[in-house]
């Protein structure tokens, strides 16, 4: 029996909690998580200025456990990478702005027949993106909150 090729993607500039229900999600389709991890290129171009290098972020997804292998994807064509890679599932995340029909329509036309799953969102989780963890920060350094001030290093 062939395995089963799940592949994932994003940006992972701050790993958080949706990161990782994301990927056990997505690894659970399949025997086999590749993640595409986006290029900094790509996401100022998309979204920000990342936080953390490329580099950096493809050897974070790398390293957690339902992940079997992570890689840069490619600047200009997202599409080139999924040729690469070949998987027999793509596991959209539930705020990727893809359209599931649009991004299957778009992969046949490539001769890729590759079906597209979105996954749902966690339910309760506070900070679960990005965005959310960083104005989390702002708010706390506004308020004079992030830091108590007592330097709180070990034997203090």
């Known amino acids: 029996m062939a395995r089963v090729r ?4 994003g940006v992972f500039d701050l790993i958080h909690l949706g990161h990782i229900h994301y990927l056990e999600e997505a690894r659970r389709l399949g025997d086999e998580l590749v993640v595409v991890v986006a290029r900094d290129e790509t996401v100022r171009g998309y ?12 050897e974070m997804v790398n390293a957690l456990k339902p992940v079997d292998m992570a890689v840069l994807g490619h600047v200009g064509d997202p599409l080139k990478i999924v040729g690469e890679l070949k998987p027999d599932i793509i596991a959209l995340g539930y705020d990727q702005g893809h359209r599931a029909e649009t991004l299957e329509r778009m992969l046949a036309e490539r001769g890729l027949n590759i079906k597209v799953i979105r996954l749902c969102k966690l339910e309760g ?6 965005r959310k963890i960083i104005a989390r920060i702002e708010e706390k350094i506004a308020k004079k909150e992030l830091y108590n001030g007592s330097g709180g290093g070990i034997g203090k």
């Open 47 to 58: 979204k920000h200025q990342p936080i953390t290098p490329e580099l950096m972020r493809v």
């Open 125 to 130: 989780a506070d900070l679960d993106g990005t």
């Open 6 to 9: 799940v592949m994932a993607s």
